[in-house]
């Protein structure tokens, strides 16, 4: 069993830069594949960010390929995603989550944990 919170949204003007964390329990976290994906109002969940826990490699939606950047820091249980040149359309809701076989750029569908996610909006 893995519990994740998130943390780190908030308003923020277009161009500008939040970091978000995703803090998980249990002593296996490393062991998890883990991922950011988010909801704008309407929309359907999407893939944002993953890194494998296996080979520790990073994948990433296109449409914040450059911009943004997931990292994990297994010591401290926490995953986070780096947002810079923030936009507009990157308004929405932001989830963690997490599998041990699921790799997060499959899709959100049938990842095993997740987290309440976090508000993240940005204004032009």
């Known amino acids: 069993q893995v519990q994740l919170v998130e943390s780190g949204g908030g308003l923020v003007q277009t161009g500008g830069s939040l970091r978000l964390s995703c803090a998980g329990s249990?002593?296996?976290?490393?062991?998890?594949?883990m991922g950011w994906f988010r909801q704008a109002p309407g929309k359907e969940r999407e893939f944002v960010a993953g890194?494998?826990?296996?080979?520790?490699?990073?994948t990433y939606a296109d449409s914040v390929k450059g911009r943004f950047t997931i990292s994990r820091d297994n010591a401290k249980n926490t995953v986070y995603l780096q947002m810079d040149t923030l936009r507009v359309e990157d308004t929405a809701v932001y989830y963690c989550a997490a599998d041990t076989k699921r790799l997060p750029a499959t899709g959100y569908v049938g990842m095993d944990y997740w987290g309440k996610g976090t508000l993240v909006t940005v204004s032009s």
């Open positions: 249990g002593r296996t976290f490393s062991r998890y594949n």
């Open positions: 890194i494998s826990w296996t080979t520790g490699v990073r």
